[in-house]
Nanobody, 125 residues
Framework: QVQLVESGGGLVQAGGSLRLSCAASGRTFSSYVMGWFRQAPGKDREFIAA????????YYADSVKGRFTISRDNAKNTVYLQMNSLKPEDTALYYC??????????????????WGQGTQVTVSS
C-alpha cells in the first residue's frame, strides 16, 4: 500500500514556473515506477511524464517535452515535476501515481495502482 500526497500547485502567469512534489508513504517507494498526469475540466486524464524506479529513465508526453522535468529522490520518498515555460493550456489538476507492475514506463492511467488527491495548477494569460 502506498499513499501519495501532492503539493506545490498554485496560480502562475504564462511563462512562469512551478515545482510539484509528491510525497509517498511506505518503505517500498523505490519499487514503483512513478508518473504524473493531469486532468482539465471536461477532459480525460492525460499522461505527462514517468520515471523509472532508479530514476535513470524518463518519458514525456509531446505536449510537455522540453518544458517539464520529472525526477525522484528515493531517499526522501518523493517524486518531483519541474514545470517551466507554463502555458494557459497547462491549467489542470495534477496527479502523481505509482505503478508496481512491469519494467516499462506506462502512459495509461490503468497501469497505475495508486493515486494522490491532486494539486491544482492554474496558468493565467
Amino acid at each position: 500500500q502506498v499513499q501519495l500526497v501532492e503539493s506545490g500547485g498554485g496560480l502562475v502567469q504564462a511563462g512562469g514556473s512551478l515545482r510539484l512534489s509528491c510525497a509517498a508513504s511506505g518503505r517500498t517507494f523505490s519499487s514503483y515506477v512513478m508518473g504524473w498526469f493531469r486532468q482539465a475540466p471536461g477532459k480525460d486524464r492525460e499522461f505527462i511524464a514517468a520515471i523509472s524506479r532508479g530514476g535513470l529513465n524518463t518519458y514525456y508526453a509531446d505536449s510537455v517535452k522540453g518544458r517539464f522535468t520529472i525526477s525522484r529522490d528515493n531517499a526522501k520518498n518523493t517524486v518531483y515535476l519541474q514545470m517551466n515555460s507554463l502555458k494557459p493550456e497547462d491549467t489542470a489538476l495534477y496527479y502523481c501515481a505509482a505503478s508496481g507492475r512491469g519494467a516499462s514506463l506506462p502512459t495509461s492511467p490503468i497501469a497505475y495502482d495508486y493515486w494522490g488527491q491532486g494539486t491544482q495548477v492554474t496558468v493565467s494569460s
